[in-house]
């Protein structure tokens, strides 16, 4: 595998379900993301993990819960999830210097998640 | 805070014109990254081009150049001898300078090159 993998690439869950979303980077990078991609509105950035620690929560509710136990893995645990939570989920990764003035994410293809 | 905006929600294209997708920015951070994304209809975001808000070159990558007017704060993505390959959803998007930030993304160009 090369890249930034996710899985599942589609899923479809009840209100009253739980599920989570994997996402593993083979970059050697040092921190990850996860963004939410609804219909006509922007990527909005949800979390942010630096060396597998959180430093952004986009006030994102907390029926959406990340975790990073290394820097190669991502998940996003669901649970009581809404209909208008129903959105392409995407993970990102980077390499983080503090020499760098920026740098570029790499993307995974998404998880496209219905809620019914 | 970082807003994108990018004005034109589609575009029609000849095939081997150049393109050009507009994109202006608003900041208030003295450092900022500036950054172009493909993303076809399977989904993927694909990372196209770089721009440092201190580069004094404007970024080039094969046929993608980045048109950086600082001033105007202005982040404009040519496109030169555009191919049906092309076509696509292309965000612009900013980054705070340094240390692990999320990116700030606009709304998108949905291009589509017509043979």
């Known amino acids: 595998e090369t890249g930034v993998t996710q899985t599942p690439r589609h899923l479809v869950m009840g209100m009253t379900n739980k599920k989570s979303l994997k996402c593993e980077q083979h970059l050697g990078h040092n921190a990850m993301y996860w963004y939410k991609q609804s219909a006509k509105k922007p990527l909005e950035l949800m979390f942010v993990?630096?060396?597998?620690?959180?430093?952004e929560n986009n006030s994102v509710p907390s029926r959406f819960s990340p975790e990073c136990p290394n820097s190669s893995h991502l998940f996003l645990h669901l649970h009581t999830l809404q209909p208008e939570d129903s959105a392409l989920y995407l993970c990102?990764?980077?390499?983080?210097?503090?020499?760098?003035?920026?740098?570029?994410?790499?993307f995974g293809p998404g998880t496209r998640l219905t809620v019914t | 805070a970082q807003k994108i905006t990018q004005t034109q929600p589609g575009m029609f294209v000849q095939e081997k014109e150049a393109v050009t997708l507009d994109c202006t920015y608003d900041t208030s951070d003295p450092s900022y990254g500036l950054f172009w994304y493909k993303q076809p209809s399977s989904g993927e975001m694909i990372f196209l081009i770089y721009q440092g808000s201190y580069d004094q070159q404007n970024a080039t990558e094969g046929r993608y150049s980045l048109n950086f007017q600082k001033a105007r704060k202005s982040a404009n993505l040519v496109i030169s001898a555009s191919q049906l390959g092309d076509s696509a959803m292309y965000f612009c998007a900013m980054s705070r300078g340094g240390g692990a930030d999320g990116l700030t993304f606009g709304k998108g160009t949905h291009l589509i090159i017509q043979p």
């Open positions: 993990y630096s060396l597998e620690e959180r430093v």
């Open positions: 990102a990764s980077s390499q983080v210097r503090q020499s760098e003035s920026s740098y570029e994410q790499y």
